[in-house]
């Protein structure tokens, strides 16, 4: 019964990562979108206030579902990241 238990619950984790997995790629198609909008009007591709704002409402987000901030803090430094070598090689 055990045995069972683990892999239900590994399966549903395999379905969450396939939803994360998606959610990512289409984060990065919109990060692509920006970046092109920002290359035709000559925008920086770093906008550090907003990336400190983000980062900050992200945290008090996790807080409400009981994530550590650093876990989050680690995870959005590394999508954060990825936006702007997606955004750099927009030229």
Same mark, same amino acid.
């Given at each position: 019964?055990?045995?069972?238990? =683990? *892999?239900?619950?590994?399966?549903?984790?395999?379905?969450? /990562?396939?939803?994360?997995?998606?959610?990512?790629? /289409?984060?990065?198609?919109?990060?692509?979108?920006?970046?092109? =909008?920002? /290359?035709?009007?000559?925008?920086?591709?770093?906008?550090?206030?907003?990336?400190?704002?983000?980062?900050?409402?992200? =945290? *008090?987000?996790?807080?409400?579902?009981?994530?550590?901030?650093?876990?989050?803090?680690?995870?959005?430094?590394? =999508?954060? /990241?990825?936006?702007?070598?997606? *955004?750099?090689?927009?030229?």
């Amino acid at each position: 019964m055990k045995k069972q238990t =683990i *892999e239900k619950l590994r399966n549903e984790i395999d379905k969450i /990562d396939e939803q994360i997995i998606k959610l990512l790629s /289409d984060r990065m198609g919109k990060v692509k979108k920006i970046g092109e =909008i920002k /290359d035709k009007l000559d925008k920086p591709k770093l906008d550090p206030d907003r990336f400190n704002k983000l980062l900050k409402n992200r =945290i *008090e987000t996790a807080k409400k579902f009981g994530l550590p901030k650093n876990l989050i803090t680690k995870i959005w430094n590394l =999508i954060h /990241d990825e936006a702007l070598i997606i *955004e750099e090689k927009i030229k």
